[in-house]
């Protein structure tokens, strides 16, 4: 999928520019990988199209980008809780996780480390 994910960029200039705002500065580049393909995966119509910018009338396009502005923030969330899930071991509120879970249906991270959680470990000794 990453190979797919490279040549989709590569076509569209634009949304390979509109991703790479998202990346944090500290992120490793496996790490992006990852979330990269999530977001794209989950981005819908928040990524821009491929050809020019349509026009809407002012206000509407006022209302438009806060509301793509919040959807951008929570699919930017999402995707981070996921990431800190995956290679991190980073737990969520059960609602969050099968959202996130649901929302990466499909991405194969081959190189995730292994995760042992406190209940884990203390059923294994008992």
């Known amino acids: 999928m ?3 994910v490279s040549e989709y960029l590569s076509q569209n200039p634009r949304v390979a ?3 790479e705002t998202l990346r944090p500065d500290g992120e490793t580049d496996k790490h ?3 979330r990269r393909e999530f977001l794209l995966r989950n981005a819908g ?3 821009p199209a491929g050809g020019a910018a349509s026009a809407h009338p002012e206000e509407a396009a006022d209302a438009e980008s806060g509301t793509r502005s919040r959807q951008l923030q929570q699919l930017v969330s999402f995707s981070m809780a996921w990431a800190n899930h995956v290679f991190l071991g980073c737990r969520y509120p059960q609602k969050v996780m099968d ?3 649901s929302m990466a249906e ?3 991270v081959t190189d995730a480390p292994i ?3 406190r209940d ?3 059923a294994k000794k008992g």
């Open 2 to 4: 990453a190979q797919e």
């Open 17 to 19: 520019a509109w991703v």
């Open 32 to 34: 992006w990988r990852h």
């Open 45 to 47: 119509d928040l990524a």
């Open 99 to 101: 959202k996130i879970l």
């Open 106 to 108: 499909g991405i194969k």
């Open 115 to 117: 995760h042992t959680t």
């Open 120 to 122: 884990e470990l203390v």
